[in-house]
């Protein structure tokens, strides 16, 4: 409800699976459902028929289901769905409402290999089902609820975050020279899928990344990248990974150095990093400018000349996508944000440089009442 | 050109991964680009900085980076390529022009943990920035470009098949009395990942699903799921993947017997798959209805009395949407599509029990003038 007050409207109506986890603590898994969310507290899901025995399971809502398509007739999910969510909004007295919609750009996490996306079309059949509703945005309600993560949503994330170190605790082993990256990659994702750690999570995915040599250097892009390049002695090699249960995202990284001991240039680089992200996890604390704990990792950094290499922001949003350097609070040179209580994101201190490599050491913590709690503590 | 022409406009503008890479052959990672096509043969791609390496390799489009956010200031990507966007429809002339954009309801597959999607924004954008121009879905267009793949995307689709067998071949030593579906799906999705047959591939994804016993019944869903559950002798074990070689998938099914010889039960179901599948590609070539194919089929499984329990189509659309029901070419029986050379689509026979479990034998294959061939004949 919270969502609908900050907003001022009558009622949310959304598809994207992270706004439809947030509103019902049900994680679609296509992407092809719709919850409509009213002021009275009202939670309804449209939703594909194959979705409902998951749903029940995790969420409260009113499910209504639909068959996307069947032998009977060719159809496509935003066809199918059309008559029931024509009903549900009658029913609700809707036809007037002031609605909030998706319209902004967003981040969207995986959801399943292949997954819908209702683009204008969503917006287009309500205008035609419900033609003297007014519509607008509610992206800015659904980002500032995303942002402060509720009791239930930090267990999930530290769950995820537990599982991932199934993963991580098999990486240093797993990393020797001779190996490529997509061999170290494979082993390190199967011991976190193949973990008993996932026992009672409905849906436990992750992508692990492994860089290595020069190919650390590119980390600092907005994406990994796995390759086949063969590791060698003394190169610095990163694992990164996105791992999630049940729609809870954590953001994770770690850097090894292959084969021998970390030289001094790799040593100096540890000592930096680490110090920074011990200095930006003193600065959090619920009311603190998000802006000065990004500089107080980047202070740190600049003061052991690595200021011009740690070429991005100490850290973003996250949970309820994977990586999205917009979600709040934005741990940023010129952010805006404020830390609340609950509010998670990602401690990323990192140091790049074309040509040699990079590292990165990337945690996630939550803003408590005594400081920050960090999930990611292996 | 194809598709401008198809479409009867001056341009198309276009943001989902799945269709840049149709139009330029390079596959976005993070979904933050934008490609202008022209009807002169024109082709940008606006970008981030950070693909552009990527992009390069695989395309001949003129690119145009932007820095979708940099430590100056805040921005998202919508905002940071709004300006290099206004330039190049400035310098192509389009400020009048009729313009083809994505509109409909969309199936876009995994390219990154995270992914933009710009909803209404970017149509948005263009109508701020070219208010006289005239806009309108060229979805249509795309779709039937989709469906009959050039000699180079048969070849990425057959790359995918071959990368997807490393997986398949270590399946059936895998499946193990005792073992967790997990165990079982993260060591296939390992051997997968790992392989070298991934040379040269720029990015190679697989997702390996592992569904036993009567879990294997809810495979007739749009989705897979893997479980915890312990396989016991005699279960059905399915091995679904979605794999794909720089943005091009594949659609693929295997079906086992757990540490026994398959009873009557089970062999009755897989020698109907067989002979439905066998029909089923007997019927494929070009000219053909879709739904004569389906047909193939189902009558094979009606006559072995499994008719109820194939549940689904015979098929669909397979390559830039890992599982789409909605892809040209439909394999069902109300399809009203028409074989053509170069289509390619999976042929995915089944029958489903609720409570006992599920059989499913899925392959890729594409129309030829001889025929069809297999790209997943192991």
Request: glycine share 8%.
């Amino acid at each position: 409800m919270e969502v609908v007050a900050r907003s001022h409207q009558d009622a949310i109506i959304c598809s994207s699976p992270s706004a439809v986890l947030l509103l019902t603590g049900y994680w679609p898994v296509i992407g092809a459902s719709v919850v409509v969310f009213t002021a009275d507290g009202e939670v309804h899901v449209v939703l594909p028929e194959d979705e409902v025995d998951l749903a029940g399971r995790t969420s409260g809502a009113s499910l209504i289901p639909y068959q996307p398509s069947t032998l009977v007739a060719l159809t496509s999910p935003i066809e199918a769905l059309a008559n029931p969510l024509r009903l549900l909004l009658a029913k609700l007295g809707l036809g007037k409402a002031a609605i909030g919609i998706e319209v902004d750009e967003g981040m969207q996490p995986f959801s399943y290999a292949s997954c819908v996306h209702f683009r204008s079309s969503l917006a287009d059949l309500l205008q035609q089902l419900a033609p003297e509703a007014h519509y607008e945005s509610c992206d800015a309600a659904l980002e500032q609820m995303e942002a402060r993560k509720t009791a239930k949503e930090l267990e999930s994330i530290r769950r995820a975050s537990d599982i991932a170190a199934a993963g991580f605790e098999h990486a240093a082993e797993t990393i020797q020279v001779g190996r490529r990256e997509a061999e170290v990659a494979a082993a390190v994702q199967a011991a976190f899928q193949a973990s008993t750690k996932a026992q009672g999570v409905e849906r436990s995915y992750g992508f692990f990344f492994c860089m290595s040599g020069p190919n650390t250097a590119t980390a600092s892009a907005a994406y990994a990248r796995t390759r086949q390049r063969q590791i060698e002695a003394g190169d610095l090699v990163m694992i990164h990974a996105n791992t999630c249960a049940d729609g809870y995202w954590t953001d994770i990284t770690r850097t090894y150095v292959a084969g021998v001991a970390p030289s001094d240039r790799q040593a100096a680089m540890r000592s930096a990093i680490f110090e920074a992200r011990k200095a930006a996890l003193e600065a959090i604390g619920a009311g603190v400018p998000a802006c000065d704990v990004d500089r107080a990792a980047r202070d740190v950094m600049r003061a052991h000349s690595f200021g011009e290499a740690f070429k991005h922001s100490t850290g973003h949003g996250v949970g309820f996508a994977a990586a999205n350097a917009n979600a709040l609070p934005r741990i940023h040179p010129h952010s805006p944000d404020v830390l609340e209580g609950g509010m998670t994101f990602n401690v990323e201190p990192a140091a790049y440089f074309d040509g040699y490599g990079g590292m990165r050491h990337c945690d996630v913590v939550t803003v408590t009442s005594e400081g920050a709690t960090v999930f990611t503590d292996f």
